[in-house]
């Protein structure tokens, strides 16, 4: 049973198209929720943690909130260098582990 | 500036051979995590270490095993491998415990295929 899924699982903007990914998770008790990019052949890399409903977190053309039971990741004017997979996880407050997400790839195409 | 590094980046290994994983971070981390990605599926936690001589099992821990000598290395070996281990390994480290809300930095991964 997934505890955290993402969709769309694949995502196509025009550049400048704005659009939202969304995360959302069943796990009893948050932690936190994180959300990574990660390009092709590399790591993850980090870009938000967000702890409590209605905080938002903002960076470039990004923005992430959270509600109780999902997450965000908004994209305004998407550029090229925007395509990547985007990663969602959730830490339970019961547990320390992360609970990944499959993911959402977003194309952005001039 | 290296962060987390992984070695090799590629292999490839034949059924019954075995292999070490290795990964170094340079950030002073106590906590890394071992982690396999396969195509559709999320990111999944193999063996995680606390500190320096501690190791713990993930969600995917069969087939491997892992030590954690010195603070700044984590091994994965694989004593024999098995087709159903092909599959992109990550290592990751973070601050302190994981019950605080220090992200996990990740490695650029190792690709490794089993014939």
């Known amino acids: 049973e997934d505890q955290v899924t993402q969709s769309p699982e694949a995502l196509r903007l025009q550049e400048g198209e704005s659009s939202s990914l969304n995360c959302s998770y069943t796990?009893?008790?948050?932690?936190?929720l994180f959300w990574y990019r990660q390009d092709p052949g590399k790591g993850p890399e980090f870009l938000f943690t967000?702890?409590?409903a209605g905080e938002e977190k903002e960076k470039e053309r990004l923005k992430a909130t959270l509600t109780k039971k999902e997450s965000f990741l908004h994209i305004t004017a998407p550029k090229p260098e925007d395509s990547a997979t985007y990663l969602c996880?959730?830490?339970?407050?019961?547990?320390?582990?992360?609970?990944f997400g499959r993911g959402t790839q977003l194309t952005v195409w001039p | 500036n290296a962060g987390v590094t992984q070695t090799p980046k590629f292999r490839v290994l034949k059924t019954g051979q075995s292999m070490t994983l290795l990964c170094a971070q340079d950030?002073?981390?106590?906590?890394m995590y071992w982690y396999r990605q396969d195509p559709g599926m999320g990111l999944r936690l193999i063996h995680y270490?606390?500190?320096?001589?501690?190791?713990a099992k993930g969600e995917v821990p069969d087939g491997y095993n892992v030590s954690r000598l010195k603070k700044q290395n984590f091994l994965l070996g694989l004593e024999s491998a098995a087709p159903s281990q092909t599959s992109v390994y990550f290592c990751?480290?973070?601050?302190?415990?994981?019950?605080?809300?220090?992200?996990?930095?990740f490695g650029d991964g190792t690709r490794l295929s089993i014939l």
């Open positions: 996880a959730v830490r339970p407050q019961t547990l320390g582990r992360l609970y």
């Open positions: 967000l702890y409590s």
């Open positions: 950030m002073n981390h106590e906590y």
């Open positions: 270490s606390v500190g320096e001589g501690t190791t």
């Open positions: 990751a480290s973070s601050p302190r415990s994981p019950y605080s809300n220090q992200p996990q930095h």
């Open positions: 796990v009893s008790g948050l932690r936190g």
